[in-house]
């Protein structure tokens, strides 16, 4: 009897151990999966933990951190070619792999910048304007410059005119994207009515391009769009959420619930009267008030409301 309760006994105990044991393996997966999880989106949390601190303690982190300085040693430039016919330049640098190609002149640049990572270190603060923090990069965040400096200026370049020394013209990088169809209309215009005749039929192929990539462009600014009003059909899709406050969502159900007891009453009121009927009684069962009169007809006295 003793052996037969150790053995109950231990069946329970290893019952118990597997449960425990099953479970323990169980927790084990899920943190493994949790931890390659966290693994494999890294950057997307740290974001987000960066992005949900507290300003005044991101500037405290910060604004001691000291970044390398940039010196011009003598960037020099050489205008190659100032008439482009066709409106497109070539930007080319020292031992460029490909050239870049911008609106403007075209011109050579060598620039010769040095990064000082020891000595003239500047902290981050002097630098950038840490309070406003413009996003990430991978694991860098990325803040607005005070101030330009050489490596920003020779970035620039491409999008600047230098071959003239008496005006500095900016140039748009995308000249297209901020025009819309009207605007082309006018400009087209303009410049027949201006340019002589042989020259305006020179660049009409290149304004046909220009309107071709304005037409394809996926985001068109300023356009009118005019819809007749007998072909216009407007259709109301139910979103997530109500535009109803919850005032007026409650008031309609009750709304709902009224109308549903008036149907009833009257389906109970047409039984009512069908069962009159069926009784033979034809008279009308919306008479507010009935006055019968019995006895003498020489002394009638017609009762009052009050009585």
């Given at each position: 009897m003793r052996l037969q309760r150790e053995v109950t006994a231990l069946n329970a105990a290893s019952e118990k151990y597997a449960k425990l044991l099953t479970k323990l393996k169980s927790w084990e997966v899920k943190i493994a999966r949790l931890r390659l999880h966290i693994k494999q989106n890294i950057l997307y949390y740290m974001q987000a933990i960066w992005a949900h601190e507290v300003p005044d303690q991101r500037y405290f982190r910060l604004f001691q951190v000291k970044v390398p300085t940039f010196v011009d040693n003598g960037t020099k430039y050489q205008v190659v070619d100032a008439d482009a016919s066709d409106g497109q330049v070539i930007f080319s640098v020292e031992n460029p792999q490909s050239p870049e190609t911008a609106k403007g002149v075209t011109f050579e640049i060598s620039p010769s910048l040095e990064a000082k990572f020891e000595g003239d270190l500047k902290s981050l603060v002097e630098v950038a304007d840490i309070d406003k923090l413009l996003g990430f990069k991978g694991n860098y965040a990325i803040f607005p410059l005070k101030e330009s400096n050489p490596l920003t200026d020779v970035m620039m370049d491409p999008y600047v005119d230098q071959g003239f020394k008496e005006v500095l013209n900016l140039v748009d990088p995308d000249p297209d994207g901020n025009m819309?169809?009207?605007?082309?209309?006018?400009?087209?215009?303009?410049?027949?009515?201006?340019?002589?005749?042989?020259?305006?039929?020179?660049?009409?192929?290149?304004?046909?391009?220009?309107?071709?990539?304005?037409?394809?462009?996926?985001?068109?600014?300023?356009?009118?769009?005019?819809?007749?009003?007998?072909?216009l059909f407007i259709e109301a899709l139910p979103a997530t959420h109500p535009l109803l406050e919850d005032f007026k969502l409650v008031h309609r159900a009750i709304d709902v619930k009224k109308v549903q007891a008036e149907v009833r009453d009257a389906e109970l009121e047409n039984l009512r009267t069908a069962a009159r009927?069926?009784?033979?009684?034809?008279?009308?069962?919306?008479?507010?008030?009935?006055?019968?009169?019995?006895?003498?007809?020489?002394?009638?006295t017609v009762p009052t409301d009050d009585e």
């Open positions: 819309s169809r009207q605007d082309f209309a006018k400009y087209v215009a303009c410049l027949y009515a201006t340019l002589p005749e042989g020259e305006f039929e020179g660049i009409k192929e290149a304004l046909k391009e220009q309107y071709k990539r304005i037409l394809l462009a996926s985001n068109r600014l300023g356009e009118e769009i005019v819809v007749p009003t007998g072909s009927l069926l009784s033979e009684n034809y008279e009308d069962p919306d008479i507010e008030k009935k006055i019968v009169i019995e006895g003498d007809s020489q002394n009638v």
